[in-house]
């Protein structure tokens, strides 16, 4: 019997990706790949929807820095019923945002069932800074590192935390043209470069699941809301898909702590990407493996790294429509030429030692 046919949905963060670019955009994506492939491996970016998400329950969500690492080999991923999750509130958040955030904990405790140690503040302001980079894509820094590091250490050790939820206090003065054009549909998300930050120094650091929630003022109604946006626009806090997510999200394991079922890169079948976003340490990794590449042409990024320009071995599509049916012809073993109405004839190929004889 085969293995389960496994997918990666990659959407890279802060580069203004049309689909996948706001909050759970591409979270239709992701339901639609879940029915087609065993299992989903995704990052928060694409299921991460602030109050909105759905339960998917073969999809793993697996932060950028670990997903990075899994792609590379050296991490696996272990699958759990429930992980424990540690809470941190930085200290930067007002009062009664910071009230907000917990009751947020409170209510995915008592609706969702579920399991949340008790919470950190950091001993001293995040101080998270929001930058725009001359290609377009957002990041960002934190003043303290530090601060977020002995939170996290202190529910780890005190507290038992196997996951970790962060909500950092962000800029309110965000440029009003850059946020006026991502509310519209249009630009790039000017907090994501900078949540991948945090994340991805949590995952490097302890090696356990970490999710980013930003704490920021509701924002003035717009009319001119673009759906694709309009996730974000819903209430207080961006908490609870965090929380969802990181309830399942897989645990991390290195290689001498192998089991059976756990899951690493060389059982990977196909990998989706924007096409114009290859450069990726997780992609690049999966192009050295018998990886089938599926590249989507219509979800334009701020980006021009397509597979042609890496030399990568890519299929591709023009949206991800089509890219599902690929996945459902690669799964069966089927050959995606077999189903279009013209099929080239075979070619003789000549081998070296008849040209020789020939001559």
């Not at 239709?28 to 928060?44: E, F, G, K, M, N």
């Not at 209510?107 to 001293?124: F, I, K, N, P, S």
């Not at 009003?176 to 650091?205: C, F, K, M, T, W």
């Amino acid at each position: 019997m085969s293995h389960p046919y496994t997918a990666v949905l990659i959407v890279p963060t802060g580069i203004g990706a049309a689909i996948g670019g706001y909050a759970g955009d591409a979270l239709p994506v992701a339901r639609a790949i879940a029915q087609v492939a065993d299992i989903l491996i995704t990052h928060p970016n694409v299921l991460n929807g602030a109050q909105l998400y759905w339960p998917l329950p073969n999809a793993y969500y697996v932060e950028g820095f670990g997903l990075d690492k899994f792609a590379a080999g050296d991490w696996g991923l272990r699958l759990v019923r429930q992980n424990r999750i540690g809470l941190i509130l930085d200290a930067a958040i007002e009062p009664e945002l910071q009230l907000r955030h917990l009751q947020a904990a409170d209510a995915a405790r008592a609706t969702l069932g579920l399991d949340l140690t008790e919470y950190v503040l950091t001993d001293a302001p995040l101080g998270v800074e929001l930058r725009i980079a001359p290609s377009g894509a957002s990041w960002g820094t934190i003043q303290r590192p530090d601060s977020l590091l002995r939170a996290a250490e202190a529910l780890i050790t005190k507290a038992g935390a196997e996951a970790i939820a962060v909500v950092a206090r962000f800029p309110d003065n965000i440029d009003s043209n850059l946020l006026q054009n991502y509310r519209q549909g249009q630009g790039v998300d000017p907090l994501a470069g900078a949540e991948a930050v945090i994340s991805h120094l949590l995952v490097r650091q302890f090696g356990i699941p970490c999710a980013h929630a930003p704490a920021l003022a509701p924002s003035p109604v717009e009319p001119n809301l673009s759906p694709r946006a309009a996730a974000e626009e819903l209430g207080y806090t961006f908490l609870p898909c965090v929380l969802a997510g990181l309830s399942r999200a897989p645990q991390f394991i290195m290689d001498g702590d192998r089991l059976s079922s756990d899951l690493w890169a060389t059982q990977v079948d196909a990998v989706i990407i924007p096409a114009t976003a290859c450069g990726g340490s997780a992609l690049l990794s999966f192009s050295q493996l018998p990886t089938q590449i599926i590249a989507v042409a219509d979800n334009h990024t701020q980006m021009q790294v397509t597979p042609e320009h890496l030399g990568i071995k890519a299929l591709r599509v023009n949206s991800y429509l089509e890219a599902l049916g690929i996945l459902v012809a690669h799964r069966a073993g089927i050959n995606p030429a077999a189903l279009q109405a013209t099929i080239p004839p075979l070619r003789c190929l000549s081998s070296t030692t008849s040209e020789q004889t020939a001559s």
